[in-house]
């Protein structure tokens, strides 16, 4: 096995006669964790000099944002907390089998938006400050490579600079992409702009199944939207399809109009503020029809943000989806060039993921550490209304990879507590785990459709990192009462053939 | 009736904080529209200023695009950063909504005019 050259030492550590040791181009999620856990391996004797670069090109309908990267501008932070304002509809309809009286809630798109707005901003002062404080560079500068060394900085209305380093990470992220039909780019947002609209969403249009589409579709529903999703295939492609089908259906029985195998064809401006006639085709049926909405909101996939890098000059090389192609130390064609993040070829979109790859990085460059990233077992959760958490296998790739007769997939249905007095659903909270049976029943995939599915999943990613098996979550007691419980008693597998759920009548 | 001025870059700053100091003090407040305690201490400086006798309060909001290099000068980590000017020159500061130390600043301007 080859040995795997951790770090470039082409060049010398110090004295190298570059402008900076590091510089950083992309202050998101990987950027900033990468810039700051570098810095924090400068010393007296041998110090180093840091630069990160950040500049967000407005989108087509002119929305832009601070330092922090997708995640805190138009990612997690602003989806999770309009999440929880859909989360507080729900509980104000439970609330009345409580016990509580009082009017039914009415809501202001105006308040949360603003409200998450001044969050964010306050996120994007304390990076600029925490950067300043730890001593890095901070340029609000577009960074394009004019060879391997070197990067223009520009930003309208100011000269150019050119700045030299001894080594860059690129961690410029990704951007959604807009399909190529008349009126996107005109007519259509995305999830760059739907966080910060300047209007009442009013009528929404999503395209796209993806989770970025669904969990837009899931929050606005429920501060009180008419959500329709245009889905052309298949929900949460990428994920286990018996899972994606059951948030798809919650969310379909809750309010959001769901059109499958459905695909735009043409936007046009019906006249007035915000008006458009979306002409909409289901190719399977020949079937066409045109529908007025007031806003529409494509998540039809993201690119890398690779446009305008300069990454010919630099020689790096990239796939033909336009990813940055880099080897599993996060080196790119380029020696002394690292790329972590959304823009690199084989690795997770995920902010965690990033931001472990960052400091990872900066550790193995400048600690001497010798760690690099894991990919196995990355826990995610998406959070629609019903949240969907998984850590390991879908079930269709665990079959694939080891033989549908090697696995055991134990399963139910459950209706957590809270649900009993205002009387939802029992069918709608389901959980399994995807066994080895080869290797003790090693529990190689865990999904669970819950409220909270997020806290419940982060515990059991811990347990997988361990190689856990079925018998050790039998072993392991229960916290009563709780959703998470469930799977210290999970019994019905699918292959008895028996029923998951846990009976419908009284 | 005197009120607040807003300084947008290094040009208006100079003008309105280095060069106005030389004649009568002036309040330097670095403030956000999304931090609460800075809108409670603009509402006390507004009011305050109202009756002033020479002495100025300027305000710089950190979210402008030109003001990163004033804010960086004075070393701005958290807000409201409030400076005390005088004679082109800072003499005084305090972070955070520290109503003593306001009133602090304001009775010193006032009888600098007398």
Redesign the interface.
Known sequence: MTEVKLIDTEAPETNHGYDFDLMVIGGGSGGLACGKAAISYSTEAKPLKVAICDFVKPSPPGTKWGLGGTCVNVGCIPKKLMHQAALLKEARSDATYFGWEGADLTHNWTTLRDNVNNHIKKLNFGYRTELAGKGIKYYNKLAKFVDAHTVELTKPGQEPEKVTARRFVVAVGGRPTYPDIPGAKEYGITSDDIFQLQRDPGKVLCIGASYVSLECAGFLTHVGKDVTVAIRSIPLRGFDQQMAGLVADYMEAHGTRLLRQCVPVKIEETGGDHKYSVTLQWPGLNKTKVEQYDTILFATGRSADIPELGLDAAGIKITDKGKIVVDQCERTSVPHIYAIGDVIEGGLELTPVAIQAGRQLAARLYAGATKLMDYINVPTTIFTPLEYGCVGYPEEDAKAKFGEDNLEVYHTNFTPLEWTLPGREDTACYCKLVCLKTEKEKVIGFHILSPNAGEITQGVALAMKLGVTKETFDDTIGIHPTVAETFTTMAITKSSGEAADTGGGC | MTEIVYVKNKDEFKEKVLEKSKTSPVILDFY????PPCRKLGETLTEKVKSSNGWTVVKVN??DEDV?EIA?DH?????PAVFYYEGGEKKDNFVGFNAAKLDEFINKAASAGK
């Open positions: 956000a529209d999304w931090c950190v979210d990163g960086e070393e701005v980590q958290g807000i």
